[in-house]
């Protein structure tokens, strides 16, 4: 499987049943600001209540063929085969990218478990392998992974647009990230040790680059300490 992010804000995005399996794929769509239509005769109380919000359009009946037009990507959540299969041939006919939940070979995509520290991700997937052992890492990964990772990137973020602005050349910002995280960047977040960062950042800024106003810019844009 090809590993990639998509941009799914205000693409129209079906689901097809409303199911616990069907809910997940729902909310995660939702909150990725994906155009989410359902179509099941019958959903769970959670996927009602999205629709009464106003969150997703649904649609409380059985596929029809000629649903999936339109769709940049269909779902295939029901625990029906045949309902399944007709709903993945509709995607194919129509162009739209295919998730199937009961058959991993069908897949065009299959979801990752992951989660956020701000705009930072982390994904795991095992091509289909081990959805339990996703999920396991998931939460290990997620005990792990703090919010210094989110503090980090937003940082480096910071960094990056001053770097870019000022013309710096790639090779250049290559080794000055590098250098930065090398010297623990990261560990200095978490610790907040700014006495340790504000030394790391005038070492490694090049002149172009204020490390003062670095520092002022996040700590009033990143982080509150
Ligand atoms: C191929 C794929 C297609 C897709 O859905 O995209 C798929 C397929 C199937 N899942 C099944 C079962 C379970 N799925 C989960 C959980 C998750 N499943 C997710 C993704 C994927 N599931 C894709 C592969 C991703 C990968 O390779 O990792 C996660 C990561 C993301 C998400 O869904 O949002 C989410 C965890 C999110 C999180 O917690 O972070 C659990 C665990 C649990 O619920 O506790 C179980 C029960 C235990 C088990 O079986 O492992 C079954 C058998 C159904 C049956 O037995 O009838 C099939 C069909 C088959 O394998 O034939
Ligand atoms: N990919 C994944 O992450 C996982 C997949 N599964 C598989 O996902 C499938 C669904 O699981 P659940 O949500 O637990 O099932 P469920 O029984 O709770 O929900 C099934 C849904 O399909 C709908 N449905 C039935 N006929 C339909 C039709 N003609 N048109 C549209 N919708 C229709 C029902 O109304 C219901 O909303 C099962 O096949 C299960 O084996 C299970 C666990 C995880």
């Given at each position: 499987?090809?590993?990639?992010?998509?941009?799914?804000?205000?693409?129209?995005?079906?689901?097809?049943?409303?199911?616990?399996?069907?809910?997940?794929?729902?909310?995660?769509?939702?909150?990725?600001?994906?155009?989410?239509?359902?179509?099941?005769?019958?959903?769970?109380?959670?996927?009602?209540?999205?629709?009464?919000?106003?969150?997703?359009?649904?649609?409380?009946?059985?596929?029809?063929?000629?649903?999936?037009?339109?769709?940049?990507?269909?779902?295939?959540?029901?625990?029906?085969?045949?309902?399944?299969?007709?709903?993945?041939?509709?995607?194919?006919?129509?162009?739209?990218?295919?998730?199937?939940?009961?058959?991993?070979?069908?897949?065009?995509?299959?979801?990752?478990?992951?989660?956020?520290?701000?705009?930072?991700?982390?994904?795991?997937?095992?091509?289909?392998?081990?959805?339990?052992?996703?999920r396991?890492?998931?939460?290990?990964?997620?005990?792990?992974?703090?919010?210094?990772?989110?503090?980090?990137?937003?940082?480096?973020?910071?960094?990056?647009?001053?770097?870019?602005?000022?013309?710096?050349?790639?090779?250049h910002?290559?080794?000055?990230?590098?250098?930065?995280?090398?010297?623990?960047?990261?560990?200095?977040?978490?610790?907040?040790?700014?006495?340790n960062?504000?030394?790391?950042?005038?070492?490694?800024?090049?002149?172009?680059?204020?490390?003062?106003?670095?520092m002022?810019?996040?700590?009033?844009k990143?982080?509150?300490?």
């Amino acid at each position: 499987m090809y590993p990639v992010n998509l941009n799914v804000a205000g693409r129209l995005c079906l689901v097809v049943g409303g199911g616990r399996v069907a809910l997940r794929k729902i909310r995660n769509l939702v909150e990725h600001g994906a155009r989410v239509r359902v179509v099941a005769p019958e959903v769970v109380p959670e996927v009602q209540a999205l629709a009464g919000g106003g969150q997703i359009e649904l649609l409380l009946r059985g596929f029809q063929q000629g649903d999936a037009s339109g769709a940049f990507l269909v779902f295939a959540a029901t625990d029906q085969v045949e309902v399944q299969a007709v709903a993945a041939a509709d995607a194919r006919k129509y162009g739209a990218l295919l998730n199937s939940a009961d058959s991993p070979e069908l897949c065009d995509f299959q979801l990752p478990a992951y989660f956020c520290r701000g705009g930072f991700q982390l994904a795991i997937s095992t091509d289909g392998g081990s959805p339990a052992f996703s999920r396991f890492i998931r939460q290990k990964l997620e005990d792990e992974f703090g919010d210094e990772y989110e503090y980090s990137l937003c940082l480096l973020a910071i960094i990056r647009k001053k770097a870019l602005a000022a013309g710096l050349d790639v090779g250049h910002n290559q080794k000055m990230f590098r250098k930065l995280l090398d010297d623990d960047l990261v560990d200095c977040i978490k610790s907040e040790s700014w006495a340790n960062l504000s030394k790391i950042l005038y070492c490694h800024l090049p002149k172009q680059i204020d490390a003062e106003e670095i520092m002022e810019d996040f700590r009033g844009k990143c982080c509150q300490n």
